[in-house]
């Protein structure tokens, strides 16, 4: 497929590859968002090329790419290399990310504002939760703020500008977090804290929470 400019609408690169690099968000590239919907199903067939699709929720403001899953019958499954590789996370990071969707569902069912804004002080107190009660308070907070850098890094959530030096950071979680965790990652993660629920009250077993 051609990806050059015709005088009568944007080349596909203009939105291909700032698509490539990560996810477009309407608030921040309204013009570049614009493009994005005009040429939705050309951009759809030129990244099929490269056994990926198009994600794109209107609704919310965001799109982004993933790789095709297996099943798709249109999925090139011979000696294609995947684009976006997989990537393994701890069980913090993965556990702060399921209770950050909890927490986003919970806000979008009461009515709320769209934008959900917690500070690093809630977000810790909602992984106290599921850490043994003699948990360091300390070393919780420092590594509380290390999962939190890691999950920005995906681009799950935002950190946003402290008011003051002494005001503890906040983080606005990412609508797209609902593209990434739906309904069954949820139900199979919560399988999993059970069984790390049951790991915590088995006496003298030792936990790890890196």
């Known amino acids: 497929m051609d990806i050059t400019e015709s005088p009568q ?32 199903a050309k951009v759809r067939d030129y990244v099929s090329i490269l056994d990926l699709e198009l994600v794109l929720d209107e609704s919310e403001g965001y799109a982004f790419l993933r790789t095709r899953d297996p099943e798709d019958p249109s999925s090139q499954k011979t000696t294609t290399p995947r ?11 993965s556990l702060l ?12 069912a ?15 107190e909602m992984l ?30 935002r950190k946003l500008k402290a008011t003051s030096p002494s005001t503890p950071p906040s983080y606005e979680v990412r609508r797209i977090l609902k593209a990434f965790v739906d309904a069954q990652w949820l139900a199979e993660f919560d399988a999993r804290l059970a069984a790390y629920r049951r790991h915590l009250e088995t006496p003298g077993e030792a936990n790890s929470n890196d």
């Open 83 to 93: 684009l976006f590789p997989r990537r393994q996370l701890s069980f913090p990071v």
């Open 9 to 40: 609408e944007p080349a596909l690169s203009t939105v291909v590859i700032p698509l490539l690099k990560g996810v477009i968000y309407q608030e921040n590239d309204p013009r570049l968002w614009s493009t994005l919907t005009t040429l939705d």
């Open 110 to 124: 009461s009515g709320g504002e769209t934008r959900l804004i917690l500070t690093r002080d809630e977000i810790t």
């Open 128 to 157: 106290r939760l599921f850490l043994p009660a003699n948990s360091n308070e300390a070393r919780l907070t420092d590594q509380t703020e290390t999962h939190l850098n890691k999950i920005a890094e995906l681009g799950f959530i």
């Open 97 to 108: 990310l399921a209770l950050l969707r909890k927490k986003l569902a919970e806000s979008d």
